[in-house]
C-alpha cells in the first residue's frame, strides 16, 4: 500500500568517543551510578546524545511486526502472510506479502528481481516482463491469470519468505528505525515512523515528518518526546484521510495514540489496542518468531 518513491537505507552516523584516565572513569562511574536509568537515555560518557533504545531488538521487531499485521491483515500472525496476495482495489495493482507490496508501486518489482537474483530458478520470474510493465499502474496486464497462484507456490518456500523479509528491511523497517533514532524517538516514535511508511511511502512519510515538524520540534532538536509524536499523529491521521482507502484512521487513533497517551514511549507490553473494530493484546514482551 506504498507510493512509488522509495526511501534508501541510511545508517545511524557513529559518534567517536574520547579515552579518558582511569581515575576521571572512576569518578565518572560513581556519579552515573546514582543517576535515574532513564536520564542516561540521553547521555553518553562524550556528553553527546546516545542513540535511543532500538526496535530493531528482536523483541520490539517482533513487536512492531504484529501491530502491522493487525491493522494489515487482522492478525497477529505475521507470518501467516508470505502467500497473501489480493487486489483490494486501491488503484495500486496487486498487494501481497507480509507488508503488502504492490504491483502498481515499485516495491514488488524489486523484490521478485531480488528473489530471482538469489533464485533464479522461481515461480515468479517469467512475471518480471510483466512487472516492469505494469508499475506505476494498477492494470494485470500480463499477470493474470497465473501471478497469484505463483506466488502462493513461492511463498512456501523459505528462500521467498527470506526475501520477503530482507525488502521489508531494506526498504522500510530499517530506514524508518533509523531516521527515528536519529530525531531522538525511542521504540513507539521508531514504530510510528515504521507504520506510516509501509502505508504512505517515503514520500508520504518524509511530506508527514515535515508538516509535524511545522508544529513541533524533535527531541533531537531539543523538543519534547511526547508532544512532537503527538504532532507526527495528527499530521499521519491528516495524510490518511486524504485517500478514501485510508479514511479509517484506527491504526492510529485507537492503537499508537492509545499508547502515547499511557506514555507507553517504549511500547513495552502488555499492550492493548483496537484496528477497525478489532480487539488486539499482547501479554508480554514476545520472543521473536522463526521460519519453519
Known amino acids: 500500500m506504498r507510493l512509488p518513491s522509495l526511501l534508501r537505507r541510511q545508517s545511524p552516523t557513529s559518534t567517536r568517543r574520547r579515552r579518558r584516565s582511569t581515575g576521571l572513569r572512576t569518578a ?17 560518557v562524550s556528553g553527546a546524545a546516545v542513540e535511543p533504545a ?25 507470518r501467516a502472510q508470505f502467500d497473501y496476495i489480493e487486489d483490494i ?18 516495491d514488488m518489482l524489486e523484490l521478485v528481481e531480488y528473489y ?13 516482463p510483466a512487472l ?19 506466488w502462493v507456490r513461492a511463498a512456501q518456500t523459505p528462500e521467498f519468505q527470506a526475501a ?12 524508518s528505525v533509523s531516521r527515528a533514532k536519529r530525531d531522538g524517538l525511542r521504540e513507539l516514535g521508531q514504530f510510528a515512523y515504521y507504520d506510516a511508511i509501509v502505508m504512505h511511502g517515503a514520500s508520504g512519510f518524509a511530506a508527514i515528518r515535515a508538516d509535524a515538524r511545522r508544529h513541533a520540534r524533535t527531541p ?42 499511557n506514555g507507553n514511549l517504549r511500547l513495552n507490553a502488555p499492550l492493548t489496542w483496537h484496528v477497525y473494530g478489532d480487539r488486539f493484546h499482547i501479554e508480554r514482551d514476545p520472543a521473536p518468531s522463526v521460519r519453519d
Open 164 to 175: 520477503q523479509e530482507h525488502e521489508r528491511d531494506r526498504v522500510y523497517f530499517d530506514p
Open 132 to 150: 516492469r510493465a505494469v508499475d506505476g499502474s494498477d492494470s494485470h496486464e500480463g499477470l493474470d491469470p497465473g501471478f497469484t497462484d505463483a
Open 54 to 78: 532500538g526496535l530493531d531488538d528482536p523483541a520490539k521487531k517482533e513487536i512492531a511486526m504484529r501491530l502491522v499485521s493487525s491493522a494489515e491483515n487482522s492478525s497477529l500472525d505475521w
Open 116 to 128: 530471482t537474483a538469489q533464485e533464479p530458478d522461481n515461480p515468479l520470474a517469467p512475471y518480471l
Open 220 to 261: 533531537a532538536d531539543g523538543g519534547d518526546e511526547t508532544r512532537y509524536l503527538h504532532a507526527f499523529l495528527d499530521a499521519r491521521v491528516k495524510e490518511m484521510k486524504k485517500e478514501p482507502a485510508h479514511e479509517d484512521t484506527s491504526r492510529v487513533d485507537t492503537a499508537q495514540r492509545v499508547f502515547l497517551n
Open 89 to 106: 482495489g486501491d488503484g495500486r495493482g496487486y498487494t501481497a506479502g507480509i507488508i503488502g507490496f504492490c504491483s502498481g508501486t515499485h
Open 28 to 44: 565518572l562511574a560513581a556519579v552515573l551510578a546514582a543517576v535515574p536509568a532513564t536520564l542516561l537515555l540521553s547521555v553518553s
